[in-house]
């Protein structure tokens, strides 16, 4: 039980680093209203959304079907 553990620990910490370093990139970035993003900083917001989006839920569907 003790190995499950470890390796379960293991593949959370593997996984979180990247999340963690998005999220101090994130961090760094301006404030910015919407207003003031251009129309390419929109639709390259909305690709990411939706690539985040598609990334976790395609292979949840694939697990859940």
């Known amino acids: 039980m003790e190995a499950l553990d470890g390796i379960l620990f293991l593949l ?5 680093w990247p999340i963690r ?10 404030h910015r209203d919407p207003s003031q993003i251009s129309t390419l900083h929109k639709i390259g917001r909305l690709a990411l959304g ?11 569907g694939w697990l859940i079907f």
């Open 12 to 16: 959370a910490s593997i996984l979180g």
């Open 21 to 30: 370093w998005i999220g101090r990139w994130l961090d760094r970035q301006p």
């Open 50 to 60: 939706f690539a985040i989006t598609a990334a976790i839920l395609v292979p949840l």
